[in-house]
């Protein structure tokens, strides 16, 4: 699937299970970004299992003049309150050269068309508190933070734990 947009020579499509090595370079790079980059855990299999084998995710891929410069990586979650699915993205990057241009903006109208055609109730992200420009970008769309929810977290040996409590 090809999505055009209203950025000249730049369009979105569906990632390819060929692109497993480029979504994990687009990985790195925004965890490079974030400062975050000895978290990364991930590998060509592991993301080529939960993406492409399971289905765990969906990946938007960016390309300007046919080079990729963003992607995205975003699944489905579900609101009790709302009965309805709705479209959690877990991370989009945009080359720093690109930025300011359009492209997250491009991005992101292209995943809430995708939200509302799949008849999702809302989209929903989380932001580092101290990555200013695009906190400031997201309120410039009308998203607003939920300030009042706390994100909690069990991983590895904590959850390997927890899960060995179950019968």
């Known amino acids: 699937m090809i999505y055009t947009t209203t950025v000249p020579g730049f369009s979105l499509r569906a ?4 692109d497993v090595p480029l979504v994990l370079q687009f990985i790195k ?3 490079a970004y974030e400062k975050m980059s000895d978290e990364v855990v991930a590998t060509v ?5 939960s993406v492409f084998e399971q289905g765990r995710a ?3 891929i960016g390309e300007l003049e ?3 410069v963003a992607f995205a990586l975003y699944f489905y979650n579900y609101s009790t309150f709302l009965g309805r699915s709705g479209l959690y993205l877990e ?3 945009v080359y720093p050269p690109y930025r300011g241009k359009g492209l997250g903006k491009a991005i992101f109208a292209t995943l809430a068309k995708i939200a509302v055609e799949e008849g999702c109730g809302r989209m929903e992200w989380v932001c580092l508190d101290w990555n200013q420009p695009s906190i400031a970008f997201y309120r410039g769309m009308g998203a607003v933070s939920m300030d009042e929810w706390s994100t909690y977290r069990l991983t590895a040996d904590k959850l390997q734990k927890l899960a060995e409590t179950a019968n």
């Open 91 to 93: 991370d989009l990057f």
């Open 45 to 49: 299999d592991s993301v080529r299992r």
């Open 29 to 31: 790079a925004l965890a």
């Open 15 to 18: 990632a390819t299970e060929d």
């Open 66 to 68: 046919g080079q990729p």
């Open 58 to 60: 969906k990946v938007l």
